[in-house]
């Protein structure tokens, strides 16, 4: 299963009846999945559908020309099965069986990180829709769950939380309690959602007492099932777990599904006499996360997953990050995405495309003693693709940052807000600066605004491997949906529908350069004035990013270019003025401050950057060339000072170089046409 959490998630076609479910699966198919990595791919028998599941029957069938040699056969089986996208599960299917009956057979195994969990814990989980937080928390239910005591063996043995445990881990000794929030209904006057939201509660809890009713030496569950006051049904409910000397493992799925539905909905049409998002938080709070904070004398475990952080007042001493050695329980690291792209496609994947393609996400702030992951669902439909497969992208994916962006207004003085032209800055610099600032809850209805820690919750950005303190874009993805909100704004301030054809024809087609660069200077002289005092500076990336992706001015599509590291890719491709046809470009930026700092010393105010810019502003290109300029040295190991003229070199390049300087000018130097 290609992935959500424990396997990640990718429906496959149900095994051949062929192969003996009682056998060491991972032994018998280990050999063409070995690729010389610690990751493996697990090849699992099928198993019957639990009683009212929904899930569809696949079968295939196998070519009759295949060779009858296990290795062989192995490798074409999984290279000719017919897969299939995962689809959500019906609302019959319960999620926390994800485990036991996923969506593939062929799975990334992640139960690894299930050893380093300690006896108790509380932990909340946040990542984007569809990263795997279901089917991990469905791993650890039925992993403590004492009814699963016989299968265990069975569902668990060949995985790594078995196999690779220097000390067998305790499992099968909890009773176990989930809730998913997500099919709890909330759209209506206050009252009706808690008499709902009360009665759904209840009746997960009846569940409970039936299941369990061996367990708690109920003879007659019914008694307690008739309780109809809340509180007293889950007071009743925990004192039989104590008195029978058990303990529980909750998990709690979806926890922020009521807060999205509401306030996103809310955005739009407010309904007099409607519930508030606030108000729905207040009586989840009361009716299920005080009963169960204050049980924890008997709650050895609790697992809560979401996207968005909400505030809870019950759940404030709850950390975001999950616990030591957790940051990768969802989705894939690069060797887990290896291995399951070279199992399927016959071939090492290209990592940088990928890493593009599926993102590369950090979600805890110790950015440091963090790996990256990459989004599982689009790294399923990227080598789908590669495989040459039909496997569209799901949309569901990134619904919800769709729908936040759909809020974000041009501009706000909420603080902290985003805005669209701050998106648009985002495009410019490739990075936003969150200071100090800590993870505040989703509450676009109270606070009016967005924050970026609700962009990156969402899947839109990420810390940048280099600084807490920072985000950056996270995949192409969301670089496209950051697009379509801030285009039009962008296109109407520089008029670029109107100039950058005529800009590209002259420059491409009859050698003359100069109205594509005095249109690229004025974005940057724009996009500088608007950074000063900021951390970071618009690059000549983010320009083109900006100028060349615009929806508006291009009907075809283009690779990203903010997401290469303008330290790191020298090239890049863009459209040139004929149809189907690129040029390959060179973009080199020098910073602003850089200039600053090889005439001045000590740290520029934003006023003393703003004046030292204009002045930039009024120098002609030779006097330009020969001005200082402050940089890194490698061959030094120090700081440097150099002039902007031995940034040209002395023979034309064989590709165009453009070069940024000071957030004042782009300047070009090229072949002449004749030699070209």
Same mark, same amino acid.
């Given at each position: ?16 009846n ?11 198919? &280990? ?14 028998p ?5 009683p ?7 079968? $295939? ?11 062989e056969r ?7 099965r017919?897969?299939?996208? $995962? #689809?959500?599960?019906?609302?019959? $299917?319960?999620a ?6 996923p ?7 992640k139960?690894?990180r299930?050893?380093?969990l ?24 039925? $992993?403590y ?9 069975k @569902? ?6 078995v196999?690779k445990a220097?000390?067998?881990? +305790?499992?099968?000794?909890h ?6 929030l997500?099919v ?8 009706v ?13 009846d ?8 367990? #708690? ?7 307690y099932m ?7 049904k889950?007071? &009743? ?5 104590r008195?029978?000397?058990h ?6 799925? *979806? ?5 999205? &539905? ?8 407010v309904?007099k006499g409607?519930?508030?998002? @606030?108000d ?14 204050a049980? =924890? ?22 950390a975001t990050d ?9 989705g894939?690291?690069e060797?887990?995405? +290896? ?12 990592m ?19 790996q990256s992951?990459?989004?599982?669902? #689009?790294?399923?439909n ?9 496997? /569209? ?21 909420a603080?902290q807000?985003v =805005? ?17 600032q ?5 509450d ?8 970026? *820690? ?7 950005l ?7 303190n ?6 192409? +993805?969301?670089?496209?949906l950051?697009?379509?909100r801030?285009?039009?704004i ?22 003359? /350069?100069?109205?594509f660069?005095e ?15 900021r ?6 990336h ?10 508006r ?22 459209p040139?003025? +004929? /149809?189907?046809?690129?040029?390959i470009?060179e ?5 602003? @401050? ?5 005439v *001045? ?10 004046a ?5 502003? &009024? ?14 040295? /490698?061959t ?38 004749? *030699?070209?």
């Amino acid at each position: 299963m290609v992935t959500s959490d424990t396997v990640e998630i990718v429906h496959v076609a149900s095994c051949p009846n062929s192969i003996n479910p009682g056998v060491e699966i991972c032994d018998c198919f &280990k050999p063409q999945f070995d690729i010389g990595l610690d990751t493996k791919l697990i090849f699992l028998p099928p198993s019957s559908p639990s009683p009212g599941s929904t899930s569809s029957k696949r079968s $295939f069938r196998w070519d009759e020309n295949e060779s009858s040699s296990d290795g062989e056969r192995g490798q074409k089986r999984v290279k000719r099965r017919s897969l299939s996208p $995962f #689809l959500p599960h019906s609302r019959a $299917f319960r999620a926390i069986d994800a485990f036991l009956h996923p969506p593939s057979d062929l799975f990334i195994d992640k139960t690894k990180r299930i050893i380093d969990l300690p006896d108790k814990f509380q932990c909340l989980v946040l990542r984007p829709p569809q990263f795997g937080k279901t089917m991990f928390l469905s791993t650890l239910y039925h $992993f403590y769950d004492k009814h699963g005591t016989e299968q265990f063996n069975k @569902r668990f043995g060949f995985l790594d939380v078995v196999t690779k445990a220097a000390t067998p881990v +305790q499992h099968n000794q909890h009773l176990c309690l989930s809730f998913d929030l997500s099919v709890f209904w909330v759209s209506s006057a206050l009252t009706v959602i808690a008499s709902r939201l009360k009665n759904q509660i209840s009746h997960v809890l009846d569940s409970f007492l039936i299941e369990y009713a061996t367990e #708690l030496d109920l003879s007659n569950p019914q008694n307690y099932m008739e309780e109809k006051d809340l509180e007293r049904k889950f007071t &009743k409910t925990f004192d039989l777990v104590r008195a029978c000397g058990h303990s529980l493992f909750v998990g709690v799925d *979806n926890y922020d599904s009521p807060t999205r &539905k509401l306030t996103l909905a809310a955005h739009k049409t407010v309904r007099k006499g409607f519930a508030t998002a @606030r108000d729905v938080e207040n009586l989840l709070d009361s009716c299920l996360w005080r009963p169960l904070m204050a049980a =924890t004398d008997v709650i050895d475990k609790l697992w809560v997953t979401g996207a968005l952080l909400v505030d809870y007042p019950s759940l404030r001493s709850l950390a975001t990050d999950g616990g030591p050695g957790l940051d990768s329980v969802c989705g894939f690291t690069e060797e887990e995405a +290896q291995c399951f792209a070279q199992s399927l496609v016959h071939e090492a994947p290209d990592m940088a495309d990928l890493r593009r393609f599926c993102g590369s996400y950090v979600f805890s702030s110790q950015v440091a003693a963090t790996q990256s992951l990459l989004h599982p669902r #689009l790294l399923i439909n990227r080598i789908f693709e590669m495989a040459l497969l039909d496997a /569209p992208l799901d949309e569901d994916s990134f619904e919800l940052l769709s729908r936040i962006l759909e809020t974000v207004p041009e501009e706000s003085d909420a603080p902290q807000a985003v =805005t669209l032209n701050g998106l648009i800055e985002l495009l410019a610099t490739g990075a936003v600066d969150i200071g100090d600032q800590s993870a505040a809850p989703f509450d676009l209805a109270a606070t009016k605004r967005v924050t970026w *820690n609700d962009l990156h919750f969402a899947g839109a950005l990420t810390y940048d491997a280099q600084s807490s303190n920072t985000f950056k874009i996270a995949s192409r +993805q969301a670089l496209s949906l950051i697009h379509s909100r801030v285009d039009h704004i962008f296109d109407d301030r520089h008029e670029l529908s109107c100039t950058i054809t005529n800009a590209l024809h002259h420059f491409s087609i009859q050698g003359d /350069p100069e109205p594509f660069l005095e249109l690229l200077s004025r974005v940057l002289c724009d996009l500088a004035r608007r950074s000063f005092g900021r951390k970071h500076e618009p690059n000549l990336h983010g320009i083109f990013e900006l100028v060349m992706r615009n929806s508006r001015c291009w009907m075809r599509d283009v690779h990203p270019i903010i997401l290469q590291a303008a330290e790191n890719c020298r090239y890049t491709q863009v459209p040139a003025y +004929q /149809p189907e046809e690129e040029l390959i470009v060179e973009l080199k930026t020098l910073t602003l @401050r850089g200039m600053w700092h090889a005439v *001045n010393l000590g740290e520029p105010t934003a006023e003393a950057l703003a004046a030292f810019h204009e002045e930039l502003v &009024k120098l002609k290109e030779d006097e330009l060339l020969a001005r200082p300029y402050t940089t890194w040295s /490698p061959t030094l190991n120090a700081m440097e000072t150099v002039l902007v003229g031995s940034f040209f070199d002395s023979e034309p390049p064989e590709n165009p170089r453009f070069l940024a300087v000071g957030g004042a000018h782009v300047l070009l130097q090229q072949r002449p046409r004749e *030699n070209i």
